[in-house]
T-cell receptor
Framework: DQQVKQNSPSLSVQEGRISILNCDYT??????FLWYKKYPAEGPTFLIS?????DKNEDGRFTVFLNKSAKHLSLHIVPSQPGDSAVYFC?????????FGAGTILRVKS | GAGVSQSPSNKVTEKGKDVELRCDPI?????LYWYRQSLGQGLEFLIY????????KSGLPSDRFSAERTGGSVSTLTIQRTQQEDSAVYLC????????????FGAGTRLSVL
C-alpha cells in the first residue's frame, strides 16, 4: 500500500514561474514531512521540511504547505530556475523510517 | 568524512552470486538506514540501525538480504544468491538522531544482476 503518493510523474515549468509539486498521504500518524531533491547519479538531498503542528514553512524560494485535514502537502518553488530541474521526493515520518513517494520529475525551461 | 560514502558506486553481478555493499555514515551520526530505489519507484525502506539497539529489519524483502553495522559506524548490506529483481540503486542514509529528523544520503550503489 502506498502511504505517500505523488500523482504527477512529471512537471514542466517556464523559468521564472512558480512550480507546485503535490503529495498526498494516507497515514494520519505521520508527524513530520520532508522534501528531497535528487539529481541523476547523486543521492537525494534534503530541501525543506514541516512538522505536523504547522501549516507552512518557508525557506528562500521554497515553501511547503501542509493541509492535515486533506492529508496533502505541496512544495512551491518561486521563481523557478533551470537548476531546479531534478526529481523531487516527498517523504513522511512517523517513526524510525521515512516513507517516500515515487517522485516528480521537474523540468524548468529557460 | 564530509558526507555519507557508499561503495562501490556500481556493481554488476551474475544471478546467484552474493554481493556486499558498503556504507560509511557521517561521523557521529548514530542512526543509519538502507533504502533501495527500483526503476521508476520511490525509495523503499530496508533496514534501520540506531546505536547499539537491535536493528529494525522490517523492510528487508527476503531472508537473502542481511545487514550489519560494526562498531556503530560502517555498515554492510549483503544480498545472497542475487536475483534479477534485486537490480536497483541501494541508498544509505544517516542521521544524528532516530525518527523524524533529516536523513543525509549517500550517492548510492547501482546494482545490476544479469
Amino acid at each position: 500500500d502506498q502511504q505517500v503518493k505523488q500523482n504527477s510523474p512529471s512537471l514542466s515549468v517556464q523559468e521564472g514561474r512558480i512550480s507546485i509539486l503535490n503529495c498526498d498521504y494516507t497515514n494520519s500518524m505521520f508527524d513530520y514531512f520532508l522534501w528531497y531533491k535528487k539529481y541523476p547519479a547523486e543521492g537525494p538531498t534534503f530541501l525543506i521540511s514541516i512538522s505536523s503542528i504547522k501549516d507552512k514553512n518557508e525557506d528562500g524560494r521554497f515553501t511547503v504547505f501542509l493541509n492535515k485535514s486533506a492529508k496533502h502537502l505541496s512544495l512551491h518553488i518561486v521563481p523557478s530556475q533551470p537548476g531546479d530541474s531534478a526529481v523531487y521526493f516527498c517523504a513522511a515520518s512517523g517513526g524510525n523510517k521515512l516513507v517516500f513517494g515515487a517522485g516528480t520529475i521537474l523540468r524548468v525551461k529557460s | 568524512g564530509a558526507g555519507v560514502s557508499q561503495s562501490p558506486s556500481n556493481k554488476v553481478t551474475e544471478k546467484g552470486k552474493d554481493v556486499e555493499l558498503r556504507c560509511d555514515p557521517i561521523s557521529g551520526h548514530t542512526a543509519l538506514y538502507w533504502y533501495r530505489q527500483s526503476l521508476g519507484q520511490g525509495l523503499e525502506f530496508l533496514i534501520y540501525f540506531q546505536g547499539n539497539s537491535a536493528p529494525d529489519k522490517s523492510g528487508l524483502p527476503s531472508d537473502r538480504f542481511s545487514a550489519e553495522r560494526t562498531g556503530g559506524s560502517v555498515s554492510t548490506l549483503t544480498i545472497q544468491r542475487t536475483q534479477q529483481e534485486d537490480s536497483a540503486v541501494y541508498l544509505c542514509a544517516s542521521s544524528p538522531t532516530n525518527g523524524g529528523n533529516i536523513q543525509y544520503f549517500g550517492a548510492g550503489t547501482r546494482l545490476s544482476v544479469l
